[in-house]
C-alpha cells in the first residue's frame, strides 16, 4: 500500500513521493530502484521512520543483505522508538545473524508496546529457547497462544507454530502428559495442520497410548502425505501394536523418502529385524 503525503511539510510531501516510487519499485522488483527511491525518501526527512523501515524490509526479504537490514531498522527506530512493528523487524534480522541475545531484547520492546502482538511472543520465545531459557520461552509460547490461538506468520504458514514450539519444548523436557494438552488444544484451534499431529502423536508415543498415536500419525499424513517423521513414528506404532506387516510397508514407504541418516539406520534395523521374524514365523509355520 502506497502511503500519502498530509500537510503542509514540504520535506515530508517529497519524501513521501519518493518513497512511494520506492515501494512500487520494490513490489515490481526493481530492488536496485526501490533501493535507490528509498534512501532519498531517507534523507530528505530525517524524521520520517518509514523509509528506512522499508528499507530494511528490502535489503533483509529480497537481499538479504543482513548487516544493511539492520543498520536501516536502527536508523527507523531511532526517528520513531515507540513502534512495536520495528522493534520485531529488527529482532527478525538479529536471530537470521544468530545474535539471540540482541533479538530477545527487541522482541522484549516489541511486546512492551504491543502486548497483545502473537508474532512477537512467539518470536521472542525461540529466542529464549536458544538461550536456554526455557521457563521464560514456555511464558511467551503461551501468551503468543493467548494472542492468537490461530497465529500465522505469513501467508504460507499453516498456522499452530506456537502450539508446536510449546509442545515440542515439552516433549523435549520429558512433560508429556503437558505435551499431549498443549497438541490437544492446538489442533482444536487449527485442525488441518499435519505437524501438531505429528506431534501429538509423539506425546502419546511416548505415554505409550499407541493406538491414539498411530491415528494422529495418519491425521498428519492425510493433511500431509510427505511428512517424513510422522511415516516413521507411524511404523513405530504399527510396531508396537504388533501390526507387523503394517510396520514394513511404512518403513519401506519412510526409506523411499527419508534424508536423515541417523533414522534411516534406525528404520533399516528395525525393518531388518521385522522381516527376519516374518521369516522365522513362516518357517516354523511351515514345518508344522
Known amino acids: 500500500m502506497l502511503a500519502f503525503a498530509f500537510g503542509c511539510n514540504q520535506n515530508r510531501a517529497k519524501a513521501v513521493t519518493e518513497m512511494n516510487k520506492g515501494i512500487e519499485a520494490y513490489q515490481s522488483g526493481q530492488n536496485i530502484t526501490a533501493v535507490k527511491y528509498l534512501k532519498a525518501a531517507k534523507s530528505t526527512d530525517p524524521t520520517f521512520a518509514e523509509p528506512a523501515l522499508y528499507l530494511g524490509q528490502l535489503y533483509h526479504r529480497q537481499l538479504s543483505e543482513l548487516d544493511n537490514a539492520e543498520q536501516a531498522y536502527r536508523e527507523a527506530l531511532q ?42 511472543w512467539f518470536r521472542l520465545g525461540l529466542s529464549q529457547k536458544k538461550l536456554g531459557e526455557n521457563a521464560q520461552a514456555v511464558e511467551s509460547f503461551m501468551k503468543s497462544i493467548r494472542a492468537n490461538a490461530r497465529m500465522k506468520m505469513d501467508e504460507e504458514d499453516p498456522g499452530g507454530a506456537a502450539y508446536h514450539a510449546l509442545g515440542d519444548l515439552y516433549t523435549a523436557y520429558g512433560f508429556y502428559d503437558k505435551a499431549l494438552q498443549v497438541y490437544d488444544n492446538g ?41 517424513v517423521s510422522a511415516t516413521f513414528n507411524l511404523a513405530v506404532a504399527h510396531n508396537e501394536l504388533g501390526e507387523h506387516d503394517a510396520a514394513i510397508g511404512v518403513l519401506e514407504t519412510y526409506l523411499t523418502r527419508s534424508e536423515d541418516q541417523v533414522r534411516r539406520s534406525a528404520a533399516q534395523g528395525l525393518l531388518q529385524t521385522l522381516k527376519s521374524e516374518k521369516e522365522k514365523a513362516a518357517t516354523k509355520q511351515a514345518g508344522k
Open 79 to 120: 526517528r520513531d522508538p515507540e513502534n512495536a512493528e520495528i522493534h520485531y523487524k529488527l529482532g527478525a534480522v538479529l536471530s537470521d545473524k544468530s545474535n539471540h541475545e540482541m533479538a530477545a531484547q527487541q522482541y522484549q520492546q516489541a511486546v512492551q508496546k504491543a502486548p497483545n502482538d502473537a508474532k512477537s
Open 187 to 227: 489442533v482444536l484451534n487449527n485442525g488441518d495442520v499435519a505437524r501438531l499431529y505429528a506431534g501429538r502423536g509423539v506425546a502419546q508415543l511416548k505415554l505409550k497410548r499407541f493406538q491414539e498415536a498411530a491415528n494422529s500419525f495418519k491425521k498428519a499424513l492425510e493433511l500431509d502425505p510427505k511428512h
